[in-house]
């Protein structure tokens, strides 16, 4: 599949959901369920997959990492210990600065070593405007000669997408219609906005009611609202946004709490913390919950238990939390193989 | 297998020598012989162990992953990069603080993914009564799905006992009323009493008479030494103290040496650096072991020569040192196949 | 194969390519170019390799991680996270430092664990003196059971010689007479002279003429360059010197870029970089190609682009160096199964 930044030549990558079509997407869902629900066979075998992490991870790892396990092939950590860290991302320069490597060629001779490059790219922190262009994982898909999977960057996390969406299908049935509800929550560690983003636009795939809820300046990207918005033209899923919490549940099927960073403040750790001190009281809670249509609730965790969400909701019947952590696993044998079979 | 703590539902774990019962470890020690002996087979194929060292590990580390990798299974290395060294342990708090993850959420998550999870918990070293409790490790059994697996905690080291009974049976043949002796020995830089506590409790199951030999101060856990005389009441083994070198070496079979703190000076290592100081003549040496009757050299390695035990003892044909540290993987191999194999 | 040192009892290691025989090497070359062109076949299945980067690594440990997966083995990471950076390698001493481990000790348990040791063995990087000896992986070598595999020492690296020598094989056809111009280039960040000297050995086992070009005070370690013209004079290879570079690349089939750093400096900063900064028009470009015999570009990578060679030459269809990269997988490929194959 074509890059619009011109990379490919074939080579399907895994960067965003848009990467694939909505019947790939589809496809890749109906795979995941069956590999589910049946023991895996070494289609892999002899395969390895080289995986880039250049900010720490646990689950999305450790379920990719025993997915390809699964799969009977293997993969390789290529970031420890090695000066990685300081790979030249531009074009023509003469590089006599820290980065002893370029881009270009570090993925050209890891295609030749692995059968796809799984990557976490690191995010600087410093402007929102220049995280959100995704510059690194898009540099690795442009010289790559394997397929790219993003573990997660700025903007998107496309395997969270994913599990999100085979766990919705699992527990809600049909999702046309059906009410979603993404609440932010209070945090003293808010995550990144990517689950969000990746979650609003597998929701909008799917054609479904989509309520955001979050106090003033936690606004999400206005990119990725543009994107969601026109797969919803094409889905019939329609997209509102509340600054309120109680009313954004009422009536919802599903609610997904996240913490995410105000994309305002982003560069401005003091100023964020004062703000999201203001809202701890976006917490959900049994009564809260219970304004919902039978609702479930699902995270991406890691969780902080009581303060994004209490103990009584997560411990009981409607917390969907760690099935939709075990459908990381399912969705990620399905993505490797549709990837990587011959 | 049920524990005390109300963990399991089922799952067997082995977090001490006291989760097998005496017909099972017997049942380990045969089968890992067997394993030593022949070729291993993919028995465990496509099944994957999560290692959490939250400490580092050279030996038991890597004689568990060439063990699984010999019988066809995966390691995968879940602490490295990753928040996992904050994981909130205590039930029902309100997670503000540190640690973005409580250890419920984790284990379960973590066992959708691995068929079984290997956790050196981490050590405190504040206060000796805390880290007996080897809180971490039973909570990591509480919460978990799938067996788990000690790989060494402050109390305990079960996988180090196995290799040493499994030693002890090659090489001194009917252990019953056989003479023991575990020497301290001094060390600039002493290790946990975790190996001798589990090598008391597997040297009474196996009914041999033990003598443990220290200086003053350096008294085992009274905990422990309480289940070793229960256990050795069924056995008829026998453990005497003593607090001289030579006299406890006369007529040994075997001198097990080990360097362990003093867990009365715990918390203070300026006053365990000045005790130990006194006792540098504790040494393994040639002299020494004539003593013993035919006597045989352990020791669970890593290993200061010249300082612990000379090198005469170590490189002569009194020292069962690196046959024991091979049986490290063979009676890994044993446990994982008891453990895992369907 | 007996080594110097007295080493060895049999066991094969692959610590420099002088301990292969160059019919060995033949053998080893016709191996890597069948495998590059099949597939692989899990010939290793079962078996592990322990690794032992005490520096960092990204091609030579991703390489080789991935040509084991391809012959269906394993590798196991084993300094990660322990203390193994302070081995005793000295004989007899009482070890009341340091170090809690004698590299004798850890090289016989080891052995027993895996099939393979992959070390790449610390620098001081205070006396080449003392560096040029290769102490510790000779350690290694003495003292390990099963072959060990040298990752890039002080002196030498062996894995990239036999990449290199395939590469050349495969794009200058008959090595015999052929011109090879090892030509020092300028880089703020110099790497070792490891790969300069396998190369030449290598190229003198094929009977190169060899042209060296640096600046004064970048000669080569004398006792390679004495190892070198020992084997010249077998193959009727040849060797000279040149402090000058474009005249060094008049005729030349193959020009191989490297940057290495003054031995005579080579303790002492701030000498070294002021004597390197003197050298900045050391860089090959298409001009000085053109001075070649329809001259090929090789480098060992990682590589700074348009400090030590321009972007035109590297992008163009001289440049060989991400084909020499891509052989460091297949070569290893070859080496494994020599080495581990029963």
């Given at each position: 599949?074509?890059?619009?930044?011109?990379?490919?030549?074939?080579?399907?990558?895994?960067?965003?959901?848009?990467?694939?079509?909505?019947?790939?997407?589809?496809?890749?869902?109906?795979?995941?369920?069956?590999?589910?629900?049946?023991?895996?066979?070494?289609?892999?075998?002899?395969?390895?997959?080289?995986?880039?992490?250049?900010?720490?991870?646990?689950?999305?790892?450790?379920?990719?990492?025993?997915?390809?396990?699964?799969?009977?092939?293997?993969?390789?950590?290529?970031?420890?210990?090695?000066?990685?860290?300081?790979?030249?991302?531009?074009?023509?320069?003469?590089?006599?600065?820290?980065?002893?490597?370029?881009?270009?060629?570090?993925?050209?001779?890891?295609?030749?070593?692995?059968?796809?490059?799984?990557?976490?790219?690191?995010?600087?922190?410093?402007?929102?405007?220049?995280?959100?262009?995704?510059?690194?994982?898009?540099?690795?898909?442009?010289?790559?000669?394997?397929?790219?999977?993003?573990?997660?960057?700025?903007?998107?996390?496309?395997?969270?997408?994913?599990?999100?969406?085979?766990?919705?299908?699992?527990?809600?049935?049909?999702?046309?219609?059906?009410?979603?509800?993404?609440?932010?929550?209070?945090?003293?560690?808010?995550?990144?906005?990517?689950?969000?983003?990746?979650?609003?636009?597998?929701?909008?795939?799917?054609?479904?009611?989509?309520?955001?809820?979050?106090?003033?300046?936690?606004?999400?990207?206005?990119?990725?609202?543009?994107?969601?918005?026109?797969?919803?033209?094409?889905?019939?899923?329609?997209?509102?946004?509340?600054?309120?919490?109680?009313?954004?549940?009422?009536?919802?099927?599903?609610?997904?709490?996240?913490?995410?960073?105000?994309?305002?403040?982003?560069?401005?750790?003091?100023?964020?913390?004062?703000?999201?001190?203001r809202f701890k009281d976006w917490r959900i809670d049994e009564r809260l919950m219970a304004r919902?249509?039978?609702a479930r609730l699902m995270h991406a965790m890691p969780i902080r238990r009581n303060v994004e969400?209490?103990?009584?909701?997560?411990?009981?019947?409607?917390?969907?939390?760690?099935?939709?952590?075990?459908?990381?696993?399912?969705?990620?044998?399905?993505?490797?193989?549709?990837?990587?079979?011959?």
């Open positions: 599949m074509a890059h619009a930044d011109g990379s490919g030549d074939g080579v399907r990558h895994f960067t965003r959901l848009d990467d694939f079509t909505p019947q790939q997407i589809e496809d890749l869902l109906d795979l995941a369920r069956r590999l589910k629900h049946k023991p895996a066979r070494p289609d892999l075998a002899g395969r390895s997959v080289g995986m880039l992490f250049f900010r720490p991870s646990l689950r999305t790892r450790s379920s990719f990492e025993a997915a390809m396990n699964q799969l009977g092939g293997r993969t390789i950590a290529l970031a420890a210990a090695s000066d990685f860290w300081d790979l030249e991302v531009r074009e023509g320069r003469v590089m006599d600065g820290k980065a002893p490597e370029h881009i270009r060629d570090a993925a050209a001779v890891l295609s030749s070593y692995v059968s796809a490059l799984a990557v976490r790219p690191p995010v600087e922190g410093q402007s929102w405007e220049v995280d959100r262009q995704d510059a690194h994982i898009r540099a690795w898909a442009r010289y790559a000669k394997v397929p790219v999977i993003n573990m997660e960057s700025a903007l998107w996390h496309p395997l969270q997408g994913l599990a999100d969406l085979m766990t919705l299908r699992e527990h809600v049935g049909s999702l046309r219609g059906k009410r979603l509800t993404l609440a932010w929550v209070h945090s003293p560690q808010p995550a990144s906005a990517a689950v969000a983003h990746s979650l609003l636009f597998a929701a909008a795939l799917a054609g479904m009611h989509i309520r955001v809820a979050h106090p003033a300046g936690y606004e999400l990207d206005e990119g990725v609202l543009t994107d969601v918005r026109r797969v919803a033209g094409t889905t019939g899923a329609e997209l509102e946004q509340q600054e309120e919490l109680e009313s954004a549940v009422e009536g919802a099927h599903v609610v997904y709490a996240r913490s995410w960073q105000s994309l305002g403040d982003y560069d401005n750790a003091t100023l964020s913390a004062s703000r999201r001190a919902g249509d039978d969400v209490t103990d009584e909701v997560l411990d009981g019947p409607r917390s969907l939390v760690h099935l939709q952590a075990e459908n990381r696993l399912h969705s990620a044998k399905a993505l490797l193989t549709m990837l990587l079979r011959h």
